[in-house]
T-cell receptor
Framework: SQELEQSPQSLIVQEGKNLTINCTSSKTLYGLYWYKQKYGEGLIFLMMLQKGGEEKSHEKITAKLDEKKQQSSLHITASQPSHAGIYLCGADPFFYGQNFVFGPGTRLSVLP | SQTIHQWPATLVQPVGSPLSLECTVEGTSNPNLYWYRQAAGRGLQLLFYSVGIGQISSEVPQNLSASRPQDRQFILSSKKLLLSDSGFYLC?????????????FGDGTRLSIL
């Protein structure tokens, strides 16, 4: 079955610093999704990557999918306290996404 | 635009009591619907998914059941709650067609079993 690993498990950075979160799959990904979750709330969809080498950006967050489509990174530039939360990657192991799986999450704290 | 509503936001129930959590989606037709559980310190676990009315697939054997009585309504139930049913329950939807599509989540229900 598809498994996703994330690193680091948690991250504390000073406001203004850049950071990177990684998501690694045991199998080729047909779709890789990044979500953000604030404690006690639902997940907010950030970005979806489908093609090997694809890169997408939204405001100060950039996500990349490697050529082999087994690893993705989420990069935040000039972090702000509003970036704090849990970042989860999710994946479609099958085309129709009925067995969607999530990584364990990376907890990000941004110190003002 | 599409919206997803999930209620209640929090629930405290005694062991052995029944459970009913409801989720509805607006602004779309024939969505795929999902129930997840997020236990403390653990990742998201897919419990059930549905591709249409009356069509429910279960990912893990458990004390819970799901039903989809209407196209945009998804209900999570239990006849007798266990302590291990405590957790944060999330409903999600994705478009029923169009290949790879992201899932969109409700605000969640925090369930505490006493």
């Amino acid at each position: 079955s598809q498994e996703l690993e994330q690193s680091p498990q948690s991250l504390i950075v000073q406001e203004g610093k850049n950071l990177t979160i990684n998501c690694t799959s045991s199998k080729t990904l047909y779709g890789l999704y990044w979500y953000k979750q604030k404690y006690g709330e639902g997940l907010i969809f950030l970005m979806m990557l489908q093609k090997g080498g694809e890169e997408k950006s939204h405001e100060k967050i950039t996500a990349k999918l490697d050529e082999k489509k087994q690893q993705s990174s989420l990069h935040i530039t000039a972090s702000q306290p509003s970036h704090a939360g849990i970042y989860l990657c999710g994946a479609d192991p099958f085309f129709y996404g009925q067995n969607f799986v999530f990584g364990p999450g990376t907890r990000l704290s941004v110190l003002p | 635009s599409q919206t997803i509503h999930q209620w209640p936001a929090t629930l405290v129930q005694p062991v052995g009591s029944p459970l009913s959590l409801e989720c509805t989606v607006e602004g779309t037709s024939n969505p795929n619907l999902y129930w997840y559980r997020q236990a403390a310190g653990r990742g998201l676990q897919l419990l059930f998914y549905s591709v249409g009315i009356g069509q429910i697939s279960s990912e893990v054997p458990q004390n819970l059941s799901a039903s989809r009585p209407q196209d945009r309504q998804f209900i999570l139930s239990s006849k007798k709650l266990l302590l291990s049913d405590s957790g944060f329950y999330l409903c999600a939807w994705s478009p029923g067609t169009g290949g790879n599509q992201p899932q969109h989540f409700g605000d969640g229900t925090r369930l505490s079993i006493l």
